[in-house]
């Protein structure tokens, strides 16, 4: 006779209630055991997601105080604050604002339109000289433009110097060629097959200047601290609107010109610092004697502005 049949059958027949309870408890107990255990885990994963959730928001706290709202390219973020630009009490002035009528708001604001109404892209330039004061009053004008926080994110280059003009060109006509070959779709060339332009840019080198205008992703401190630049891009694109003014107020001719995949490459030929980004680039003269523009209408108005 086994064991079991001899000692435990007569032990559980006799004893089966308090086997059972104590079957029961063990069950109850290792239950238990691995609900904490369950809990503690997911605690410390609630609890790490929590820690992540709080470096989320401060990563978020930081992107918003390094000037990342509103330039989703922006990848540079300052982490730690740095002087302020600017004094918590600095001094405001009274504004010295010229009030005209409104017969003479709307003389000025139609002569303004009728000015610029006038303005064309040109592909043909002339190469008489322009003076150089000229160019910097209308960078000035350019640099009136209102800012994040008044940071002023851009930098002007003007190119004058015939040899820098042909790297120039030869940088971007290779650039240009691969994008109108390769990178551009059917509709894109098909879109700007009207406005007969190409790879070839013979206005880089005959304009007299070119002026690039760049983004500054970041200001960089004399210690080498960055300082944050907050909508940088969309400050530049204003500065950009009023160059464009300025040139044609002045009576001058450009291009708005953006350079695909080029920027790396001319922000190392005019040896700008890292925190500079292209955006625009602009051949500035006079227009050949033999230009000519395309036959383009503007949209009304009514197609252009809605009123609420």
């Excluded at 070959?181 to 894109?188: A, D, E, H, P, V």
């Excluded at 790396?264 to 625009?280: D, F, S, T, V």
């Amino acid at each position: 006779m086994g064991l079991a049949t001899r000692y435990m059958a007569p032990f559980l027949a006799a004893n089966w209630l308090e086997v059972t309870v104590a079957c029961l408890v063990m069950v109850l107990i290792r239950l238990a055991v691995r609900r904490s255990s369950q809990a503690s885990t997911n605690g410390h994963f609630n609890a790490d997601h929590d820690s992540s959730s709080d470096h989320t928001k401060k990563g978020k706290r930081n992107v918003i105080e390094s000037g990342g709202v509103g330039d989703e390219d922006d990848d540079q973020v300052t982490p730690n604050l740095v002087e302020p630009l600017w004094p918590e009490h600095l001094k405001h002035l009274p504004y010295n604002f010229t009030r005209v009528s409104a017969e003479e708001s709307m003389r000025k604001s139609k002569d303004f339109y009728e000015v610029m109404n006038q303005r064309r892209t040109v592909r043909n330039f002339s190469s008489d000289p322009v003076p150089r004061e000229v160019i910097q009053n209308v960078i000035r004008a350019a640099g009136t433009a209102p800012s994040g926080a008044h940071t002023e994110p851009w930098t002007f280059v003007a190119v004058c110097d015939p040899d820098v003009k042909e790297q120039l060109r030869t940088i971007v006509e290779a650039e240009e060629e691969i994008n109108y070959t390769k990178r551009m779709g059917n509709q894109w060339l098909k879109d700007l097959k009207g406005l007969r332009t190409g790879w070839v840019k013979e206005y880089l080198t005959t304009a007299p200047w070119l002026i690039l205008v760049f983004k500054q992703a970041y200001g960089i401190l004399p210690d080498g601290r960055k300082r944050n630049h907050y909508y940088h891009e969309i400050s530049t694109a204003i500065a950009g609107g009023i160059l464009l003014s300025a040139i044609h107020t002045a009576g001058l001719a450009t291009l708005t010109s953006t350079p695909l995949n080029c920027g790396p490459a001319l922000r190392a030929l005019l040896q700008r610092p890292p925190n500079e980004k292209l955006l625009l680039l602009l051949p500035v003269g006079y227009p050949a004697s033999d230009a000519t523009i395309p036959n383009l209408t503007r949209k009304p108005l009514e197609q252009i502005m809605a009123v609420v």
